[in-house]
């Protein structure tokens, strides 16, 4: 077997990734056949799925281009195959930078300043951020299915219950984000107004979204409906630059 | 003769096998790694770093499954289990997706359209990192560019003002104690931030349920 100087950025590391990223597509691809499929087989219609398909894919672009950017600051001290992995699978922005950060400082480097890595540091990092955010993915195969027939009892029990319930997951899991917009704005009270930003950044979106909803009632566009979250959320991202260069 | 499974069971099937081979070739990276390079993690960092961080990722991952899987269905939690950015993506294009269709994740139309939704934006995801990857040297400084920063700082408060007022509007007499509370803790305890946010989503939908029970009991609902 012939030595190789390890470099974080080696064709290798690329090649192992890159099949990995490729099985994760090949299962997305699966699902999305197989759930097509039935869609049409129960009579859905094709022109409300590839509707459905459109619009979670155009809402996908600006998140993602936000996990670009992550992979980019990750890739200053792991190089560019590890942080696409990552990124591609379980994990998100924040715990992947969470991850890297404590595995470095566990060996005494600091997250951002490392210029480069040894082979022995480098597995370690990747076993740190593998093991971490393993459970997910064997607990759903594990307890989903009993979880899901649970829900479904409940709601056939009584029938406007359960649709309280349902309604009541969604309110609960988004005043939980709401609530954390909010979270520097006690900042407010000792003069920084910089806490504000997030609030006004939500509010903005929230009025655009009020707004495609009145354009929707009065014209009746569909797509209009359609594409009122990725709008919003683009044009909410947009207000946040003059609003933080005003309040920052 | 062998029994014809339902579409939902043959879901469950097919995710439980996807779901573990995944977990098998997740693994093989730091595996193969350490094989072609001949090396063993650095043992103490690996003890130190795992100890920092997974006893609190373990613990958000178990109340991330009972929570988000009731709202995902079947298809698309074993696809976002492995997929992950639950949160800042899947849940908000799910929850978009059949919120527009006006069905529920656990009805088989609600199940078919939420898996469709993570499915693509997976794909999607995973194509845009791709790309970014191979362009990432000219991509770095136009995404870096100090002007374009604050707005992908600020990308959960432009997906929930979005997504909040389409379901608190729909269900507001549910949504003002949770929001009420919510907001009280994050504003007033210093300690519920970015990181903590994801332990207060079952806070927030276990008291959710707790209030909307007690006022369906009590027929204000």
């Not at chain 2, 988000?68 to 294009?93: D, R």
């Not at chain 2, 803790?185 to 806070?203: C, E, H, K």
Request: proline fraction near 4%; include cysteine.
């Amino acid at each position: 077997m012939i030595d190789l100087d390890f470099n974080v950025n080696s064709p290798v590391l690329f090649v192992i990734a890159g099949v990995i990223v490729a099985a994760v597509l090949a299962q997305s691809v699966y699902f999305l056949v197989k759930a097509w499929r039935r869609g049409v087989e129960i009579g859905m219609g094709k022109d409300k799925l590839k509707r459905i398909a459109i619009t979670a894919g155009v809402f996908t672009i600006a998140p993602a281009v936000a996990i670009v950017i992550s992979v980019i600051t990750l890739a200053k001290d792991l190089g560019v195959p590890l942080p696409w992995l990552r990124l591609s699978v379980v994990g998100s922005l924040s715990y992947e930078t969470i991850a890297a950060s404590n595995a470095e400082s566990a060996m005494g480097l600091t997250f951002g300043q490392v210029s480069s890595l040894s082979a022995s540091q480098y597995v370690t990092i990747a076993w740190v951020m593998t093991l971490s955010i393993m459970v997910g993915i064997w607990l759903v195969p594990l307890i989903g299915k009993k979880l899901q027939n649970g829900i479904i009892s409940l709601e056939n029990r009584d029938k406007k219950w359960g649709d309280i319930f349902s309604a009541s997951m969604f309110i609960g899991m988004i005043s939980a984000f709401v609530g954390y917009v909010f979270c520097d704005f006690s900042n407010v009270f000792h003069g920084d107004m910089s806490g504000l930003i997030p609030a006004l950044v939500m509010a903005v979106s929230a009025l655009i979204m009020c707004l495609a909803g009145l354009l929707v009632k009065k014209t009746q566009w569909r797509w209009v409906s359609d594409y009122a979250l990725p709008i919003s959320l683009v044009l909410g991202m947009a207000s946040a630059i003059p609003i933080t260069g005003w309040l920052a | 003769m062998k029994k014809k499974l339902s579409y939902m069971d043959s879901v469950h099937r097919d995710g439980r096998i996807w779901n573990l081979s995944m977990m098998l070739m997740l693994f093989m990276y730091p595996i193969t790694v350490g094989l072609i390079y001949k090396t063993l993690p650095d043992w103490r960092g690996f003890a130190l770093g795992l100890l920092a961080t997974a006893p609190m990722y373990w613990a958000v991952a178990v109340v991330e499954v009972l929570t988000y899987v009731p709202m995902l269905g079947a298809g698309g939690s074993y696809l976002t289990f492995v997929t992950g950015n639950i949160s800042n993506l899947k849940l908000p294009v799910a929850l978009n997706a059949l919120e527009q269709a006006g069905v529920k994740a656990s009805s088989e139309e609600g199940e078919i359209i939420s898996t469709i939704a993570i499915a693509v934006s997976s794909i999607v995801t995973t194509l845009i990192i791709i790309l970014g990857v191979i362009l990432i040297t000219p991509l770095t400084p136009i995404l870096n560019a100090p002007v374009l920063a604050p707005a992908f700082a600020q990308i959960l408060p432009a997906l929930f003002g979005g997504l909040g007022v389409v379901f608190i509007s729909k269900n507001w007499k549910i949504a003002i104690a949770p929001v009420t509370l919510m907001l009280i803790l994050f504003i007033f305890v210093p300690a519920l931030n970015s990181s903590t946010v994801g332990i207060m989503v079952p806070v927030g939908v276990l008291f959710t349920m707790g209030v909307s029970r007690i006022m369906y009991k009590k027929g204000l609902l």
